[in-house]
């Protein structure tokens, strides 16, 4: 267990952090520049791509949304950095990791808005205006998560939390593997039917999405489950306990989002959000009276 812990030290170590940090902005601006000659280079038919509505390659302000997928990439490594250290911590990145996902698809379809002259607001139009309407208000709803956010001082000496810690760590390590295995099929995958013409660019999207967010957010609510486990030997008090498992249950309403259709999406992430803020609010309520 030492070992598996020293070697999260190094994965996550400062230096490795400014690492990935660059490497992730090198993939993210080439990704974008290889973006733009693919849509560039379809739309003078030098390359046969099939393109659709609602594409990643109708317009070039879809090609926004690959540099922020390397970003989100980014952000759940730091996700995993925070997993052993706070279970709020984690969960606020949880948040600020669905706030840029919501951001990505505002990307895309504000490409496809509907600007002709007989605009009657259609469904296309009024989802990009509820995601906008609800980025900002996930966007203040994790201000108001960090700001109430209470920081701790722990005696990390003390062998059983030192166990704990070591136990969130190797729970950390075996999702970062779970996960570097399975983005590598995605994105080796998405190549593939990029180029596929029975594939369409909408249905690789959903793939995406749908497909890797949705089991990304599944291992997520397993990885919660197994601290939430884990942390009954350390954590006394009922309060304690309700907040931890109010967190598991923000997770799993994120993780069903992706699932929904239309504006339900953007409402389920704001339920999620709101309840997580209320469940915080109402512990650090507790947790004052019982220190007078």
């Known amino acids: ?46 390359i046969n791509i099939t393109v659709t509505e ?13 540099p922020f997928s390397f970003i ?9 950095l ?46 990009v205006l509820s995601d906008l309407v609800g980025i900002i208000i996930l966007f203040y709803i994790i201000y108001l998560f960090n700001k109430n956010k209470n920081r701790m001082s722990i005696n990390k000496e003390e062998p059983v939390l030192l166990k704990f810690i070591n136990s969130k760590k190797i729970v950390s390590l075996t999702l970062l593997a779970i996960l570097t295995i399975f983005s590598s ?31 990304f957010f599944t291992l997520l609510i397993l990885t919660d489950v197994i601290i939430l486990l884990l942390s009954f030997k350390i954590t006394e008090g009922y309060s304690k306990l309700i907040r931890n498992t109010g967190f598991v249950i923000s997770t799993i309403l994120i993780r069903l989002s992706f699932s929904a259709e239309g504006f339900l999406d953007i409402f389920i992430i704001l339920i999620s959000s709101i309840f997580a803020l209320l469940i915080l ?8 009276t019982k220190s007078f």
């Open 281 to 288: 609010k109402i512990y650090n309520s507790i947790e004052k």
């Open 1 to 46: 267990m030492k070992t598996l812990g020293n070697l999260f030290d190094y994965i996550f170590s400062l230096k490795s952090q400014k690492s990935v940090e660059n490497t992730v902005l090198f993939l993210a601006t080439l990704g974008f520049i290889i973006h733009l000659l693919l849509i560039f280079l379809n739309n003078f038919s030098l």
């Open 82 to 127: 925070f997993l052993p250290r706070s279970f709020t911590t984690s969960i606020s990145k949880q948040f600020e990791i669905i706030s840029l996902i919501i951001i990505r698809k505002i990307f895309k379809d504000i490409s496809n808005l509907d600007l002709s002259d007989s605009w009657n607001i259609s469904n296309q139009n009024l989802e």
């Open 72 to 80: 989100i990439i980014y952000e759940i490594y730091l996700l995993l």
């Open 54 to 66: 609602n594409s990643l390659l109708s317009n070039p302000i879809s090609a926004i949304y690959t």
């Open 185 to 215: 099929y995605s994105l080796i995958n998405w190549v593939f039917n990029l180029f596929n013409d029975s594939y369409s660019n909408t249905m690789i999207y959903n793939e995406i999405d749908k497909v890797f967010f949705n089991d």
